[in-house]
């Protein structure tokens, strides 16, 4: 069985390195559980095509079914440069390397695995906004006697938390989080562990971690926004907040940027001016950083 798994895996290979557009080829282990529905193997295939992004077959090789997923260098480089699907960088992380053109795959699995400052920076404020959101939303649930949906939102938290923890490492968070964060940061994975099998009333576990976020949150604010404050940094003038929004660097970032201001106010970070603006003599609240 193991041979004619072998020679079936080296025929499959041989069809793709014929292939001008094929520049790798990966497989998974067999016992990995993040892919679905899997009666054989898992291939990626490495092309130098953007179209075939995301492209899926099941194919029928000498009696066994395999699955192929294409992905682009398009994406793999965007990915290196602007993060990439947390899901996907755990899944070309534990895949095995079967052919690789030139070396490039072997070097990229190197790039993909360790996060250029910038790009940390960009993280680390994106789950910080989120934190905040979903901070928010749970204390909004608390107050209204929602407990349900106040725990929903304080996982959500959490989860955030524990990606900015691993992105402030300069790691790539994998599928198991909370057993990567429980390496970095075992504080914060007691808070998740309390908030999920203490024996306490649902409602008493959430006011306590809330206390304990909101403290954090607080004492943390000018490394969290660090990317924000450097994009703000380039202009001398105030900021109106849709031309931050639409900023080229934040516009795609899903970072919650009203959220952050507020809270940047609050830290004396930057300060509000009114100024006129348009034909109209508008006045607009505009923003500029405190130096």
């Not at 900021?239 to 795609?252: C, G, K, Q, S």
Request: a neutral charge; aromatic letters at 8%.
């Amino acid at each position: 069985m193991a041979m004619k798994r072998e020679e079936s895996q080296q025929t499959y290979l041989k069809k793709l390195q014929q292939r001008p557009d094929v520049q790798a080829v990966l497989v998974l282990p067999v016992s990995d559980l993040l892919v679905p529905f899997r009666d054989g193997a898992f291939y990626f295939v490495v092309v130098n095509q953007p179209q075939a992004e995301g492209k899926i077959r099941r194919l029928h090789l000498q009696g066994r079914v395999v699955m192929e997923q294409q992905i682009s260098t398009w994406q793999l480089e965007k990915g290196a440069v602007c993060g990439l699907d947390e899901r996907l960088a755990t899944l070309l992380g534990r895949a095995e390397i079967l052919w690789d053109k030139d070396g490039y795959m072997k070097q990229m699995k190197l790039r993909l695995s360790r996060l250029p400052s910038a790009l940390q920076k960009k993280l680390i404020c994106r789950e910080y906004s989120q934190l905040l959101r979903f901070f928010h939303e749970t204390k909004e649930f608390l107050q209204q006697g929602l407990i349900l949906d106040a725990h929903q939102s304080l996982i959500q938290s959490l989860h955030s938390w524990a990606r900015l923890i691993v992105y402030e490492a300069g790691e790539q968070p994998q599928a198991a989080l909370w057993s990567q964060v429980k390496q970095m940061d075992s504080s914060v994975f007691k808070l998740y562990e309390e908030l999920s099998v203490n024996g306490e009333a649902l409602e008493k576990r959430i006011e306590l971690l809330v206390l304990a976020i909101e403290f954090w949150i607080t004492s943390k604010v000018k490394e969290s926004v660090a990317f924000l404050m450097e994009v703000m940094e380039a202009k001398a003038g105030p900021w109106r907040l849709e031309e931050l929004m639409n900023h080229p660097a934040i516009v795609d970032a899903q970072i919650e940027v009203p959220l952050l201001l507020d809270k940047m106010i609050q830290r004396l970070l930057i300060q509000e001016v009114v100024f006129t603006e348009g034909a109209n003599g508008d006045k607009e609240i505009g923003l500029i950083l405190l130096r």
